[in-house]
């Protein structure tokens, strides 16, 4: 494609959530605060939620998160992070044979590093003046999405003079998604044999946050019904569930844990497992999917329990970022 302006004047900021620097207690314990001190996380009045996160939350949570993250670290760093350089890396390689020049593509975390300030002054460093954002989340939500366009805005709050800003809102149910979906998906039965039963299991949200408009549980939905039926699957074939739920407050149901639990009882022994809400393989995939989760299957009387990583820096995942990326930049 031919772009109006000078190749220099474009640039793409990759956002995904998140992760600690080191799987310490001190690395986590800085990371949990920033995160759950966002009120697009947890909305309760800041005073009462800061006692409540400073005195107890971080003191147990932080200690607990750490071992959980040692289980799941990489010799190279966090696997969230690791991957998502390989991304960034890859998406660029692949917009300069996609457009014929270079786009510079920085990558930034909504808590963490790479931050979303440092990621703006490299592309404004590059001479950047055009930014497609691509917040990596398929499924929007107020906790996510909205809360990547916060930093955004945060960060560029004392500037003078303003990037042009376009960015996806979500990507749900676009058909270079749900392609990939499907695709990882068939390509792992190809090699490994195939379950007789697929659950599709999204990170969840308060049911309180669906009820005042965040339209993630249709969203979830709607993806899952579109895999389901790009693979061809009858409805009694596959199941979406909820994971990684927090507290005593109502989250989105049904939630993934019980429904584990339940499903040997259901005549359903032999499972594959998705996480269609996750662009990278992370903590909630990795540690609570991959290996806590099974154990409640198999406890159940579960036989066959069997992991289908994320899209990660897959050809498949790095062709619909291209995609995604190639719409925004029409007409600009």
Request: aromatic share 10%.
């Amino acid at each position: 494609m031919e772009l109006k302006h000078s190749s220099g004047n474009y640039g793409v900021l990759l956002v995904n959530l998140g992760t600690p620097d080191e799987p310490t207690t001190p690395a986590v314990r800085r990371y949990l605060n920033q995160f759950l001190s966002d009120p697009r996380v947890v909305d309760v009045p800041k005073w009462l939620w800061q006692c409540i996160l400073k005195g107890v939350i971080l003191p147990f949570r932080s200690p607990r998160a750490a071992k959980a993250y040692q289980s799941i670290w990489w010799e190279e760093g966090s696997p969230l992070r690791v991957i998502s350089e390989r991304q960034q890396k890859a998406l660029q390689d692949a917009l300069m044979f996609a457009v014929g020049h270079k786009l510079p593509v920085e990558l930034a975390m909504t808590y963490g590093q790479p931050s979303i300030p440092d990621a703006l002054e490299r592309l404004t460093a590059a001479g950047v003046t055009k930014i497609v954002v691509l917040p990596l989340f398929p499924q929007y939500s107020c906790s996510t999405t909205a809360a990547v366009f916060d930093g955004i805005a945060a960060a560029l709050k004392k500037q003078r003079l303003l990037p042009d800003l376009r960015s996806v809102h979500h990507y749900h149910d676009h058909p270079a998604f749900v392609k990939a979906m499907a695709g990882k998906v068939s390509a792992y039965w190809q090699q490994n044999g195939r379950g007789k039963h697929l659950l599709m299991s999204f990170h969840g949200i308060p049911q309180r946050y669906a009820d005042q408009g965040d339209p993630y549980a249709q969203h979830c939905h709607e993806t899952a019904t579109s895999v389901a039926e790009a693979l061809g699957l009858s409805a009694t074939e596959w199941t979406i569930s909820f994971q990684s739920r927090v507290g005593r407050e109502q989250w989105l149901t049904p939630y993934t844990d019980d429904t584990l639990k339940a499903m040997p009882a259901q005549g359903i022994k032999d499972l594959d497992v998705i996480c269609p809400a996750f662009s990278v393989d992370c903590l909630e995939t990795l540690e609570e999917i991959k290996e806590e989760n099974r154990e409640y299957f198999e406890h159940a009387g579960g036989e066959q329990y069997r992991y289908i990583e994320c899209l990660n820096d897959s050809p498949c995942h790095i062709q619909m970022m291209v995609t995604l990326i190639k719409e925004q930049l029409v007409g600009w």
